[in-house]
């Protein structure tokens, strides 16, 4: 298994800012995943971050608007670049264990936007 | 698209009683997996089913997947206050992507 953290946990900002989240992961892993979900309510993914190439986004999801970096097979980040209160949200970061069916998440980062 | 409806949406029991949430899409998945969520963190996985017809058994889990794949079924036998959460499936495509359910809800009263 992998274990994954993320930073920072939660955070507060003002409209037209920007907010990185990190992930960290215990292990070298090949795609890493970048979800959004609103408390209570189910995953939407984001993009999916595979080391050495660009993040490949799912419709209604822009890198304009969410830039992501995969530096190495451990670390991934994701911007949330000029906040609207729209994004206040939960943001998950997984990877993808040595199975295609294992997927392991981190704990989240809770964003409100004022 | 691909969907995943998930019923129901919120149940309250209490506990000792026995429940069934289901997952449905009109899609087929290469395999389905079961998460349980608890507050401020993130998705767990309980479970992957991949063959059409597969049942696994986890305590006192039971999870079955349909037999053209598009469906699964997640039963809990005598709920405990600690099995609370939410619960999510999600079918895993032919390119690996994750297709999450809408989510179910479960609280348990002891």
Same mark, same amino acid.
């Given at each position: 298994?992998?274990?994954?953290?993320?930073?920072?946990?939660?955070?507060?900002? @003002?409209?037209?800012?920007?907010? +990185?989240?990190?992930?960290?992961?215990?292990? @070298?892993?090949? =795609? =890493?995943?970048?979800?959004?979900?609103?408390?209570?309510?189910?995953?939407?993914?984001?993009?999916?971050?595979?080391?050495?190439?660009?993040?490949?986004?799912?419709?209604?999801?822009?890198?304009?608007?969410?830039?992501?970096?995969?530096?190495?097979?451990?670390?991934? +980040?994701?911007?949330?670049?000029?906040?609207?209160?729209?994004?206040?949200?939960?943001?998950?970061?997984?990877? @993808?264990?040595?199975?295609?069916?294992?997927?392991?998440?981190?704990?989240?980062?809770?964003? +409100?936007?004022? | 698209?691909?969907?995943?409806?998930?019923?129901?949406?919120?149940?309250? *029991?209490?506990?000792?009683?026995?429940?069934?949430?289901?997952?449905?899409?009109?899609?087929?998945?290469?395999?389905?997996?079961?998460?349980?969520?608890?507050?401020?963190?993130?998705?767990?996985?309980?479970?992957?089913?991949?063959?059409?017809?597969?049942?696994?058994?986890? !305590?006192?889990?039971?999870?079955?997947?349909?037999?053209?794949? !598009?469906?699964?079924?997640?039963? *809990?036998?005598?709920?405990?206050?600690?099995?609370?959460?939410?619960?999510?499936?999600?079918?895993?495509?032919?390119?690996?992507?994750?297709?999450?359910?809408?989510?179910?809800?479960?609280?348990?009263?002891?």
């Amino acid at each position: 298994s992998a274990v994954i953290s993320q930073k920072p946990s939660r955070d507060i900002c @003002q409209r037209g800012t920007s907010l +990185t989240i990190q992930c960290q992961v215990d292990s @070298q892993v090949t =795609m =890493m995943f970048w979800y959004r979900q609103q408390p209570g309510q189910s995953l939407t993914l984001i993009a999916t971050a595979n080391q050495g190439s660009e993040a490949t986004y799912e419709s209604g999801f822009v890198i304009d608007k969410f830039p992501i970096s995969r530096p190495n097979l451990t670390f991934s +980040t994701l911007t949330v670049s000029n906040m609207s209160p729209e994004d206040s949200s939960i943001y998950l970061c997984s990877a @993808q264990g040595d199975s295609y069916n294992e997927q392991f998440f981190g704990p989240g980062t809770r964003l +409100t936007v004022l | 698209t691909q969907l995943l409806e998930q019923s129901p949406q919120f149940l309250s *029991i209490q506990e000792g009683e026995n429940l069934t949430v289901y997952c449905n899409s009109s899609s087929v998945f290469s395999s389905l997996q079961w998460y349980r969520q608890e507050p401020g963190e993130g998705p767990v996985l309980l479970v992957t089913v991949v063959t059409g017809g597969e049942v696994k058994k986890l !305590k006192r889990l039971t999870f079955q997947f349909g037999d053209a794949r !598009k469906d699964s079924s997640l039963h *809990i036998t005598a709920a405990q206050p600690g099995d609370t959460g939410l619960y999510l499936c999600a079918g895993v495509t032919g390119t690996y992507k994750y297709i999450f359910g809408t989510g179910t809800r479960l609280k348990v009263l002891a």
